[in-house]
C-alpha cells in the first residue's frame, strides 16, 4: 500500500485488526505449476512437462498432444463455447523475453486429439462459436484473422505504422462483418474502432484523451453486450452497449481509482475485474443486471487471475488458491487428503 503523510497522521489515529481470510488451494494429481487447463468437472485435464511434451487426459487415458524442445512453455486457452482449443508453444521461454516475441500458434478441437500449426504470432484469441482465430503480427503490426471452418475467408486488418511497439491491439468479432478493434497513435492514445468488413468503413467509438491509458474490450458470448473497460492514472470507467445498437454506449462504472483492469465476462451475468481500493488491489465481480460490486478477495495484493472454465483461481506467492469453484475429486490425491486441503492465511486490516 501507498503511504502519504497525511495517511501516516490518520493511521495514528485508526486502530485496526488483523482478520485472516482463508482461501482453498486449488487441489490437483498433476503438478498445478504444470497445469493448462482442467474443466470444471474434471473430466478433461491439459498439462505440460518438462521434456518440453503438451499432454492431454480425459477419461483416465493420457496422450501427448505436442511435443517441444525440453522446458517449452505452453498456453492452453479454451473459449466458453468449448469447440475449439488454441494452444501456444514457446521454446525459448528461459532464453528470450519480449512483448514483441513471436510464438507458436495451433488450434485443435476440444477434448480430442489433434492439433494444426497456424502461425508465429502473439495474443490469439477465438471469435463467432469458435469458427474464427485473431492474432497479432507484431514485427508488422498486422492483426490476422483465420477462418477456421472455410478455407479462402482470411483477413487482416492493418495497425497504425506510428503505433509504438510494445503496444498490442485488443479485438472482438460483433458478426462477420463488423469487428472492433483498439488502434494508438504516435501520441499514445489509444482508440476503439469499429469495422464493417464489408463496406470498408470505420467508426471511432471511443478515444483517450492522452497516454497512459489502458483501454481493454469484452463482448459476451451470446453477443448481447458489449463491454469497455477505461484504465488510467486520472480513474477508471467501464461501458456498455447492446452489441446490436453501439451508439447507446454508456457508462455503468466509474472509480478515481486506477484499476488493474483484466475484464472477464465470460459469466452471463457477470463481470470479474481487479479494482484498486486505497491503493490496494482486489478481485471484485459487477453484477450487470443490478450494478452491484461484491469484493471477492481481501489479499490486498491481486495483481491477475485465471478464469479457467468457470473456477477463478488466484496466483500467490508461487501458488494458486480457488476464489469461486470446487476442487475436483477425481484429480486429487487421495493418498494425501490433508495437503489437499491446505489453506492460504491472507491478511487485511479491518476497522475495529
Same mark, same amino acid.
Given at each position: ?29 498433476? $503438478? ?20 518440453? #511434451? ?12 505436442? @511435443? ?32 514483441? @516475441? ?15 500449426f497456424i502461425d508465429k504470432g502473439i495474443s490469439p484469441k477465438l471469435h463467432l462459436d ?14 490476422? #484473422? ?20 510494445? #503496444? ?53 458470448? $451470446? ?12 480513474g477508471s470507467e467501464i461501458y456498455q452497449s447492446a452489441a446490436s445498437d453501439l451508439s ?43 450494478k452491484t460490486l461484491k469484493q471477492l478477495t481481501h489479499i490486498n495484493r491481486v495483481t ?21 469453484? $470446487? ?26
Amino acid at each position: 500500500m501507498k503511504f502519504y503523510p497525511l495517511l501516516l497522521l490518520v493511521f495514528f489515529f485508526n486502530a485496526y485488526s488483523i482478520t485472516k481470510v482463508k482461501l482453498p488451494e486449488m487441489a490437483t494429481k498433476q $503438478e498445478v505449476n504444470n497445469l493448462r487447463f482442467i474443466s470444471n468437472d474434471g473430466a478433461v485435464t491439459y498439462y505440460q512437462r518438462t521434456n518440453g #511434451f503438451l499432454n492431454f487426459s480425459t477419461n483416465y487415458e493420457v496422450s501427448t498432444l505436442l @511435443k517441444g524442445k525440453k522446458n517449452s512453455q505452453y498456453l492452453v486457452s479454451v473459449s466458453p463455447h468449448k469447440k475449439k482449443i488454441i494452444v501456444t508453444r514457446d521454446e525459448d521461454f528461459y532464453l528470450t523475453h519480449s512483448l514483441r @516475441k513471436d510464438i507458436d500458434i495451433y488450434v485443435g478441437p476440444y477434448n480430442s486429439k489433434g492439433l494444426e500449426f497456424i502461425d508465429k504470432g502473439i495474443s490469439p484469441k477465438l471469435h463467432l462459436d469458435d469458427s474464427l482465430l485473431s492474432y497479432y503480427l507484431p514485427q508488422i503490426k498486422t492483426l490476422k #484473422f483465420k477462418n477456421l471452418e472455410l478455407q479462402g475467408f482470411d483477413f487482416k486488418i492493418s495497425i497504425s505504422e506510428n503505433s509504438p511497439p510494445y #503496444f498490442t491491439p485488443d479485438v472482438v468479432v460483433l458478426n462477420k462483418d463488423e469487428i472492433i478493434y483498439t488502434d494508438q497513435n504516435q501520441k499514445g492514445e489509444t482508440g476503439v474502432i469499429l469495422l464493417n468488413k464489408g463496406t470498408k468503413k470505420t467508426q471511432v467509438l471511443l478515444k483517450t484523451e492522452g497516454p497512459f491509458e489502458n483501454i481493454e474490450l469484452c463482448l459476451h458470448p $451470446e453477443k448481447k453486450s458489449l463491454l469497455i473497460g477505461r484504465f488510467s492514472t486520472f480513474g477508471s470507467e467501464i461501458y456498455q452497449s447492446a452489441a446490436s445498437d453501439l451508439s447507446k454506449l454508456g457508462s455503468i462504472y466509474s472509480s478515481r481509482e486506477m484499476d488493474f483492469g483484466h475484464l472477464d465476462c465470460s459469466e452471463k451475468d457477470q463481470l470479474y475485474f481487479i479494482k484498486s481500493v486505497e491503493g490496494d488491489t482486489d478481485l471484485f465481480s459487477y453484477k450487470l443486471s443490478s450494478k452491484t460490486l461484491k469484493q471477492l478477495t481481501h489479499i490486498n495484493r491481486v495483481t491477475n487471475y485465471i478464469n479457467m472454465d468457470g473456477k477463478l483461481i488466484i496466483p500467490f506467492r508461487g501458488k494458486y488458491y480457488l476464489v469461486k469453484g $470446487e476442487n475436483n475429486i477425481p484429480f486429487v490425491d487421495l493418498l494425501d487428503k490433508k495437503n489437499s486441503k491446505k489453506d492460504i492465511g491472507v491478511y487485511t486490516k479491518e476497522k475495529k
